[in-house]
């Protein structure tokens, strides 16, 4: 009987960015604003939040909503930034819902290190499409993730989809 290897490129990466500390000088959802879209695996900006697909994702579909300006807390935001950042969550989650048919939904904040979030210096919203059983024994005992689609390829989806669905409103305009 020949040996199945499971291939998770991705994880070589995340290990490096764990073993080394993690982020670059300064935080690292600013400077994925100052980036090109593809390369940042940004879907779309409004004026006040962007979405980005989430380079290490629990699933495939994994997007985040990232408010522009940098902010540490939910209750930090402004009206028009919490408007604009459930605006877009309602848009991505349209997106995703259409075009990974999930069963469910995660769509969450967590907020500082204590709340879970891997990056608390800047508040981040996360839109995860989840399936029943979509959890296996490979996260709970490799803590890997086995994914059927790159991110790439997932964003690539998304970004069609996206071109689909009205534009949702970005509350800019109450700024």
């Given at each position: 009987?020949a040996l199945?290897?499971?291939w998770?490129?991705?994880?070589?990466?995340?290990?490096?960015?764990?073993?080394?500390?993690?982020?670059?000088e300064?935080?690292?959802?600013?400077?994925?604003?100052?980036?090109?879209?593809?390369?940042?695996?940004i879907?779309e900006?409004t004026p006040?939040v962007?979405a980005?697909?989430?380079?290490y994702p629990y699933?495939?579909?994994?997007?985040?909503?990232?408010?522009?300006?940098?902010?540490?807390t939910?209750?930090?935001?402004?009206?028009?930034?919490?408007?604009?950042?459930?605006?877009?969550a309602r848009?991505?989650?349209?997106?995703?819902e259409?075009?990974y048919?999930?069963?469910?939904l995660?769509?969450?904040?967590?907020?500082?290190?204590?709340?879970g979030?891997?990056?608390?210096?800047?508040?981040?919203?996360?839109?995860?499409?989840?399936?029943h059983?979509?959890?296996?024994?490979?996260?709970?005992?490799?803590?890997?993730?086995?994914?059927?689609?790159?991110?790439?390829a997932s964003?690539?989806r998304?970004?069609?989809?996206?071109?689909?669905?009205?534009e949702?409103?970005?509350?800019?305009a109450?700024?």
């Open positions: 009987m199945d290897r499971l998770a490129g991705w994880r070589s990466a995340y290990i490096d960015d764990v073993v080394t500390g993690g982020r670059p300064g935080c690292l959802f600013c400077g994925l604003q100052e980036a090109e879209d593809e390369a940042a695996l879907l900006r006040l962007y980005v697909m989430n380079a699933c495939s579909g994994h997007v985040m909503v990232i408010p522009v300006r940098h902010e540490a939910f209750t930090g935001l402004t009206d028009p930034e919490a408007a604009a950042l459930m605006a877009e848009r991505i989650a349209t997106a995703v259409a075009e048919r999930p069963e469910g995660n769509v969450g904040i967590n907020v500082g290190r204590a709340g979030a891997g990056v608390p210096e800047h508040l981040h919203l996360h839109v995860v499409p989840r399936w059983g979509d959890t296996n024994f490979m996260t709970a005992v490799a803590e890997t993730r086995v994914l059927p689609e790159s991110v790439d964003r690539r998304l970004l069609a989809r996206l071109g689909t669905i009205p949702a409103d970005s509350g800019a109450d700024a």
